[in-house]
Nanobody, 126 residues
Framework: VQLQASGGGLVPAGGSLRLSCAAS????????MGWFRQAPGKEREFVAAISRSGGSTDYADSVKGRFTISRDDAKDTVYLQMSNLKPEDTAVYYCAASPRISTAAIYRGTYEYAYWGQGTQVTVSS
């Protein structure tokens, strides 16, 4: 499956952005999806994940209550709605797809994901 992330940009602290990740090439509903981010000089870290069914979600503590992950299987797209953005949210954001059998499971580890998008830059100014 090919993944194309978009929606990044420059926003002031307290602002909002919605990232999109469009999938192609395979049946989107067969994949659990995740968002990760990587700031300069840091390792890639988990942000949010959603199960194949869409019924389960998980968030990093640092974004819980501010970010919302969702999926639209009719559009083969996963979203990350980001609100109340902080300068520490500045990073390149990556979407990823996990081809696991379970429809309810969600995954936090980068090793769980087989396919990655190219990343989209989010910069939050203070």
């Amino acid at each position: 499956v090919q993944l194309q992330a978009s929606g990044g940009g420059l926003v002031p602290a307290g602002g909002s952005l919605r990232l999109s990740c469009a999938a192609s090439g395979r049946t989107f509903s067969n994949y659990a999806m995740g968002w990760f981010r990587q700031a300069p000089g840091k390792e890639r870290e988990f942000v949010a994940a959603i199960s194949r069914s869409g019924g389960s979600t998980d968030y990093a503590d640092s974004v819980k209550g501010r970010f919302t992950i969702s999926r639209d299987d009719a559009k083969d797209t996963v979203y990350l709605q980001m609100s109340n953005l902080k300068p520490e949210d500045t990073a390149v954001y990556y979407c990823a797809a996990s081809p696991r059998i379970s429809t309810a499971a969600i995954y936090r580890g980068t090793y769980e994901y087989a396919y990655w998008g190219q990343g989209t830059q989010v910069t939050v100014s203070s």
